[in-house]
């Protein structure tokens, strides 16, 4: 019994020393570790790649028969010019260049004039400049230029064509900066609507693309990719949002996490550095039209269905102009296809994300089958731990697949599994020779005694979203900050912009953590909707939930003078909102038209909502609802505020104040309040002056404090139905 017990604990420290090993080194992660663990997120696109369907997206390639008739690379800028003309005439939504025009044409014409002027009949002359003509012709339609970072500062700054906002801290300390871009010529740049990165990841080291930069900076400012600004550009959309979150996962640097880019009308995850990891499918030749066939006039009626609309990429296929790179599923491909289907990924809303808890969670799994390998070793043998632990990493490797296929996640069971594989080797290896030992010892001391049979033993081994537009029920949110003026005016610009990220950001956490849609940010207001996309039940209560819990946040803020308002001695210490709730039919989809559009809700009842916000400080009341709304949540505490007329509409609307959530609403307390509310409405639609009066002393006499305003202003009400009586 002793030499077994030995032997268990022996097997345990040097398997213990094993899995210590393997876990230190999953947490170093070395690059041959992460290849082999990005090996495996290929293998899951090979096997599931994205989806095919008609998107929005063609790239006008200039291969190989291209180069046969126009002649070889580069060619003259007039060339692309007429390329240029010839999608704008068929109505491409934007053009992007996959290319960098950074030295003048130097087959353009005009650079043989000092030559041609000496000869006098050429002298008059005028010759043609091709780069003019290429930036006449970029500026008559959208256009996106394409630039390089460099590792040297001997380059240029790109040209920032969009703004960006931000839902949260700033992220451009995070970010790896570049000293320098390689950039195309001013003139060109100048014209363009657009401007954007064609820089891979510099972690995809192994030669296949698997991450593009969304976001790149000098340091200072921050940049979009070729296929971000082309989706802005397309959508006529004037800057970016970014979301961000402090840096917790395993590729942060420090500093502000980036979670989530918003282009226009759609929203992509993106890795903690910005990377979007790219989702592709196969190389179809759908995708792609010839430049030769653009530029044939015979032919643009034919193609002008596969471009009217469409964002375009112009890039090449030509192997000699050495623009091939490798995807995950083992496919050459034109580096221009990266960005076309990067494009079609966040049009398709199908992501692949790597997620923070992702580093910890495969280092916890090591652990954990580590731990139970070897006490399956040491209690059951080699051969049915073996049989549980396979069952183990099949359920390890199915629910990471699972969660690939469903929600795209990108999970590594490769490592847990290889790396308890030695774990395992190593504690029944040492098993096996610490056993045979004790079966030799067995044997010499018993086996005159013991039949064969008594001595033999066993080994121990190891052991799981319809957009479009359409009429749906919905109720719709407006708020905005009270007094935002006197506000603005005494912060700067920079305060300003840190004071709206501090209270917009925890207010839209809000409202998505209560089912909602954040339509837009308006200056100092947002504009939410419930019901859409996806349906939410009792979508009005849940408005309502966080309408108050919206009301708390603020109040949390200003109790720490979150905003710094009293450690700086401004006249105006707290912040209030407002916030205006109404539900009814509305229309809500993709707005606009085929080149620029945007996912939103309009109707007249989201135009009731937004003047109901309006007429929360006339009613003194921080959050008011319609009584559509009212209706749908019953059981909120709601006092009548009257039938209170709205800029706009032509019979007054029945609005209510929302005074507490339901367990206050439930209480004998709210109810007193109620009845006695209830009294004084009579009184006043009787339009009786002095039980009007009573009954508000009633009420103001049980009223909570925050609606104290909401009974001044009913005062104020009274006050002008009839003069007050004569003191007795």
């Known amino acids: 019994m002793r030499m077994s017990r030995r032997k268990h604990l022996a097997v345990a420290g040097v398997a213990g020393v094993f899995l210590l090993v393997v876990t230190l080194l999953r947490a170093m992660d070395p690059a041959f570790v992460e290849s082999v663990r990005l090996m495996g997120f290929d293998t899951y696109q090979r096997l599931w790649p994205r989806a095919d369907d008609d998107y929005p997206v063609r790239i006008v390639d200039i291969d190989e028969r291209s180069l046969a008739v126009h002649g070889q690379w580069p060619w003259r800028r007039d060339t692309l010019a007429a390329l240029t003309d010839a999608l704008a005439e068929m109505g491409a939504a934007v053009v992007a260049y996959d290319m960098i025009f950074a030295e003048p044409d130097r087959l353009s014409p005009h650079r043989y004039l000092p030559e041609l002027e000496q000869v006098p009949e050429l002298k008059a002359q005028a010759l043609p400049d091709t780069d ?13 230029l394409g630039y390089a970072l460099r590792s040297d500062a001997d380059g240029g700054t790109p040209a920032s064509k969009a703004g960006f906002a931000h839902a949260g801290s700033n992220p451009v300390a995070s970010l790896p900066g570049f000293p320098s871009a390689l950039k195309s010529l001013d003139m060109l740049e100048a014209r363009a609507a657009g401007s954007g990165s064609l820089s891979l990841s510099a972690r995809d080291t192994s030669g296949i693309v698997r991450r593009i930069p969304m976001l790149v900076t000098n340091g200072e400012a921050l940049f979009p990719s070729l296929s971000m600004e082309a989706l802005r550009v397309a959508q006529g959309a004037s800057g970016y949002i970014v979301r961000s979150a402090d840096a917790s996962g395993e590729l942060a640097v420090g500093g502000a996490a980036v979670t989530e880019i918003k282009v ?4 992509f995850p993106t890795t903690d550095l910005g990377e979007l990891w790219v989702y592709f499918n196969a190389d179809r030749k759908d995708r792609y039209i010839s430049a030769a066939d653009v530029l044939d006039p015979a032919k643009r009626q034919e193609l002008q269905s596969e471009i009217e609309g469409r964002i375009i990429y112009v890039g090449t296929s030509s192997i000699g102009l050495f623009d091939i790179r490798t995807t995950p599923l083992g496919e050459l491909v034109p580096g221009v296809s990266v960005h076309a289907q990067a494009t079609e990924q966040i049009l398709s809303g199908d992501f692949l994300a790597r997620p923070d808890w992702a580093y910890g969670a495969e280092i916890i799994a090591t652990v954990a089958i580590g731990l139970i390998v070897i006490a399956l070793v040491l209690a059951v043998g080699a051969g049915w731990a073996a049989l549980i632990g396979g069952a183990i990493a099949a359920a390890l490797y199915a629910g990471a697949v699972h969660l690939f296929r469903t929600q795209g996640l990108l999970l590594d069971p490769v ?8 774990v395992y080797a190593a504690a029944t290896a040492l098993l096996y020779v610490l056993t045979e030992r004790e079966k030799q010892f067995v044997r010499t001391a ?8 008594m001595v033999r033993r066993l080994e121990s081994a190891p052991d ?25 005016e005494q912060l700067t610009p920079t305060e300003l912009v840190a004071f709206l990220n501090a209270l917009l950001s925890p207010l839209s956490e809000e409202i998505q953590r209560h089912g909602g849609t954040i339509d837009k940010y308006i200056g100092d207001s947002i504009m939410a909707f419930w019901n859409a996309p996806m349906e939410v039940e009792d979508h009005a209560r849940k408005a309502a939930q966080a309408a108050l819990a919206m009301l708390r946040v603020v109040d949390e803020l200003n109790a720490s003078d979150a905003f710094g308002f009293r450690a700086r001695d401004m006249p105006q210490k707290t912040v209030q909102i407002g916030v205006g709730l109404n539900s009814g039919e509305a229309c809500v989809g993709n707005m606009g038209s085929s080149r620029r559009f945007n996912y939103s809700v309009i109707g007249d009842a989201v135009n009731i909502a937004a003047r109901i916000e309006s007429s929360c400080k006339g009613i003194g009341a921080d959050c008011v609802v319609s ?9 909120f505490a709601l ?4 039938a209170i007329p709205l800029k706009g509409k032509s019979v007054p609307i029945t609005l209510f104040a929302l005074a507490g959530d339901p367990a206050y609403a439930a209480t004998p307390a709210f109810a007193d309040l109620a009845a006695k509310h209830e009294r004084m409405m009579e009184a006043i639609i009787a339009e009786d002056a002095p039980a009007a009066r009573r009954a508000l002393d009633a009420c103001r006499a049980c009223a909570p404090p925050h609606l104290s305003a909401f009974y001044d202003r009913f005062a104020e009400r009274i006050a002008a139905m009839a003069p007050a009586s004569p003191a007795l």
Do not use: H
């Open 132 to 144: 003019a003509a290429f930036a006449e012709a970029i500026a008559r339609m959208p256009v996106v």
């Open 264 to 267: 226009g009308a759609v929203s």
């Open 415 to 422: 490592y847990p599994t290889a790396a308890n594989l030695f």
């Open 446 to 453: 018993f086996g005159q005694y013991l039949a064969p049979e």
């Open 464 to 488: 799981t979203l319809k957009l479009g537009g359409e009429m749906r029920d919905m109720t719709i949110l407006f708020m905005d900050v009270r007094g935002f003026t006197p506000i603005s």
């Open 627 to 635: 009584e559509t709304t009212a209706r749908a949540a019953p059981d």
């Open 639 to 642: 006092l009548e505020a009257g």
